[in-house]
């Protein structure tokens, strides 16, 4: 190769660069998002949440244990790759938020809550992305 192609070369945004400031964007967002959302479902009153979610009180260990896989959700798909400690587990963590907005798509059909679903798409698909991102596209070495 001569000079001109490694210079250029070594100005170039790589791709692999460019996805991991990707991943590490949406899994900030993704640990904002579901970190509230966790927080609320496990420290508020069931009747203040039952203001929104109809079914709170009449289900209440179910509205604890969204809230718990919320907030585990949220650390999971941050920690293991901040401290580089098991960072495969990352990607574990997005599929469990994947899994987690499946189910709600599914709970929001069947109550014929279609206004709910470009959401729960929009977050399932982000957490897909980062599912995929930290196990093939740019994982993410351990210590």
Not at 36 to 65: C, H, I, K, Q, S
Not at 121 to 141: E, H, K, M, Q, S
């Amino acid at each position: 190769m001569n000079a001109a192609v490694l210079a250029s070369s070594a100005h170039a945004v790589h791709p692999h660069k460019a996805l991991n400031l990707s991943l590490w964007i949406v899994q900030v967002l993704l640990a904002a998002i579901f970190g509230l959302a966790g927080l609320m479902n496990t420290t508020r009153p069931l009747a203040e949440l039952a203001r929104n979610v109809d079914w709170a009180t009449a289900y209440p260990v179910l509205v604890r244990f969204i809230g718990a896989s919320e907030l585990a959700g949220a650390l999971g798909v941050v920690l293991p790759s901040l401290t580089r400690i098991q960072p495969r587990l990352t990607g574990l963590a997005a599929v469990g938020l994947l899994t987690v907005m499946v189910l709600a798509s599914g709970y929001h059909v069947v109550r014929g809550e279609f206004g709910s679903l470009p959401i729960t798409f929009a977050l399932g698909g982000l957490a897909g992305f980062v599912a995929w991102g930290r196990y093939c596209g740019a994982p993410i070495d351990p210590r």
